[in-house]
């Protein structure tokens, strides 16, 4: 008898947020020549998630423009109606949004470009190869391990996202952390950007990265 096929598993970039900390769209800052979304979106579709790449946009002009940045790459959008109210929204806009059938969906933030596809693939992996309601991050940073996305959760979760305000589903982190498959990632890549002065700072992060091949 042939193998059950593998459950689908999508790919969500969380790119909605409005910047107010930084003065203008994060996600439209040139970074390597390139806008900061296209690298975070870039680095997930290159881990080939079996079900593509959904990327969860803000609303109106701004979105699109986050839409044209990442014109020619082979991706899916949504939009988060009300991304004043915080990223809990964009979360609830991405599972509205999942294709039927999917088995999971791991998700990113789409200010975190030093997440690489291998990064991501790792996630993926994980998942494929225990089926863990969770697969967590946890970025070690030197003076101690901090959990961030990249996160992926099982399809039986999506129900229970009912979080509100600017975070994630912490609940659902809690309820199954035993239950958890956590992968370790370096702490360099937890790096984003929230203010002027730290745009210098990630470019550099950028090339450094690419110069390197990692």
Do not use: C
Not at 21 to 47: E, F, I, N, T, Y
Request: no cysteine; aromatic share 6%.
């Amino acid at each position: 008898m042939p193998s059950p096929a593998a459950p689908t598993v999508v790919g969500v970039l969380l790119a909605a947020g409005l910047s107010r900390r930084l003065g203008q769209p994060k996600q439209l800052v040139v970074l390597a020549g390139r806008p900061l979304v296209w690298h975070s979106a870039r680095a997930m579709l290159d881990a080939v998630p079996s079900g593509g790449v959904l990327v969860v946009v803000p609303p109106g002009p701004l979105g699109a423009q986050v839409r044209a940045a990442l014109a020619g790459l082979d991706l899916r959008f949504t939009e988060s109606p009300a991304p004043e109210l915080g990223i809990s929204e964009s979360f609830r806009a991405a599972i509205r949004a999942l294709p039927p059938h999917t088995g999971a969906a791991s998700f990113a933030l789409g200010d975190m470009p030093l997440v690489s596809a291998a990064m991501h693939r790792s996630v993926l992996d994980a998942y494929a190869g225990t089926n863990a309601p969770l697969v967590l991050a946890r970025f070690d940073t030197g003076g101690g391990a901090v959990r961030a996305p990249p996160h992926l959760f099982r399809a039986d979760l999506f129900a229970h996202f009912d979080q509100i305000g600017d975070h994630g589903p912490r609940q659902l982190i809690a309820e199954y952390a035993a239950q958890s498959e956590w992968i370790e990632l370096p702490g360099w890549a937890l790096r984003d950007l929230d203010t002027p002065e730290d745009i210098a700072g990630m470019e550099a992060a950028l090339l450094e990265r690419a110069d390197s091949g990692s």
